[in-house]
């Protein structure tokens, strides 16, 4: 997938969410500024989470050869890290089985948990429900690209670090 195609949906997701939960976005703004950079062990691409200093919270979407200027790195699967933003996983449980990894400043990423601690975030209700009638087409379409991923994803990933290496 092209960045810039990621990045759209992305922009969408994220404003979704932000519409659900201002409480959340509004105390992620009262956090001092903060830049996570999201490396995904089974996606091509990383993302740049940053919030904080009154500033809107935004997630840019990185090619992995531009992934400079973060203040904290943290490393494990999409799957292990959409469990974790639900709630459905404990983050101390990954960090300690080393499903995921955490670099640089940890005070950004517990700020951040103790912000999403307060907020009950379910990314189906968040991102997929306000569709209305067209929902269960995007279920399937998510379903159909989610099994599509998982059976290129480790394709991706050998191809990406095969290209980190050359450079």
Same mark, same amino acid.
């Given at each position: 997938?092209?960045?810039?195609?990621?990045?759209?949906? @992305?922009? +969408?997701?994220? =404003?979704?969410? $932000?519409?659900?939960?201002?409480?959340? &976005?509004?105390?992620?703004?009262?956090?001092?500024?903060?830049?996570?950079?999201?490396?995904?062990?089974?996606?091509?691409?990383?993302?740049?989470?940053?919030?904080?200093?009154?500033?809107?919270?935004?997630?840019?979407?990185?090619?992995?050869?531009?992934?400079?200027?973060?203040?904290?790195?943290?490393?494990?699967?999409?799957? @292990?890290? +959409?469990?974790? =933003?639900?709630? $459905?996983?404990?983050?101390?449980?990954? &960090?300690?089985?080393?499903?995921?990894?955490?670099?640089?400043?940890?005070?950004?990423?517990?700020?951040?948990?103790?912000?999403?601690?307060?907020?009950?975030?379910?990314?189906?209700?968040?991102?997929?429900?306000?569709?209305?009638?067209?929902?269960?087409?995007?279920?399937?379409?998510?379903?159909?690209?989610?099994?599509?991923?998982?059976? +290129?994803?480790?394709?991706?990933?050998?191809?990406?670090?095969?290209?980190?290496?050359?450079?």
């Amino acid at each position: 997938m092209p960045v810039p195609l990621v990045q759209a949906v @992305t922009d +969408l997701a994220l =404003l979704h969410i $932000k519409n659900k939960h201002p409480s959340l &976005f509004s105390n992620l703004k009262a956090l001092p500024k903060s830049q996570i950079l999201i490396e995904l062990s089974d996606f091509p691409f990383f993302m740049l989470f940053s919030f904080g200093n009154k500033a809107d919270a935004s997630i840019d979407i990185l090619d992995p050869l531009d992934s400079m200027g973060y203040t904290t790195k943290i490393k494990g699967s999409l799957e @292990t890290l +959409l469990l974790m =933003l639900e709630g $459905k996983t404990d983050g101390d449980e990954e &960090f300690f089985s080393r499903s995921i990894q955490i670099f640089g400043n940890t005070s950004s990423i517990v700020s951040f948990r103790n912000v999403l601690d307060r907020e009950a975030i379910s990314l189906y209700d968040d991102i997929v429900a306000p569709l209305g009638a067209f929902a269960p087409f995007v279920i399937s379409a998510l379903n159909i690209a989610d099994s599509s991923f998982s059976k +290129l994803s480790p394709m991706f990933v050998s191809s990406w670090n095969d290209l980190r290496k050359s450079k």
